[in-house]
């Protein structure tokens, strides 16, 4: 179990997909995401939603992401967040997404 006060440090954000690019030197098949965060800026994430998401339906899509997290190197690129999804029956990632339009940077909670 967590404490509120552990929960409180996870600063989970929206964004919005500026650019999208596919990442052959991942293990596993991934794009090299860019994210507008509105205040907190623009961040890069590398993300294994190859499989359900195509690049143009990505790009201009919102999405919530943990953005406090230490930049994490993998292959050539380095990852300033973490985009969130839920895992199906199939082990591929659907993302988390706010069904209505909101500013980039809203702290989810």
Not at 2 to 18: A, C, P, Q, S, V
Not at 41 to 46: A, D, E, R
Not at 66 to 77: E, L, M, T, Y
Request: net charge neutral.
């Amino acid at each position: 179990m967590i404490t509120w006060d552990d929960f409180e440090k996870i600063e989970i954000r929206t964004g919005t997909i500026l650019e999208v690019n596919d990442f052959p030197q991942a293990r596993k098949p991934a794009y090299q995401l860019t994210i507008d965060f509105g205040p907190l800026g623009i961040k890069q994430s590398s993300a294994q939603i190859t499989h359900h998401y195509t690049k143009q339906q990505l790009k201009g899509q919102q999405v919530v992401a943990v953005v406090n997290f230490p930049r994490k190197q993998i292959a050539n690129f380095f990852s300033e967040c973490l985009v969130l999804g839920v895992y199906d029956e199939n082990n591929q990632v659907i993302l988390l997404q706010p069904s209505q339009p909101v500013t980039n940077g809203q702290q989810v909670g």
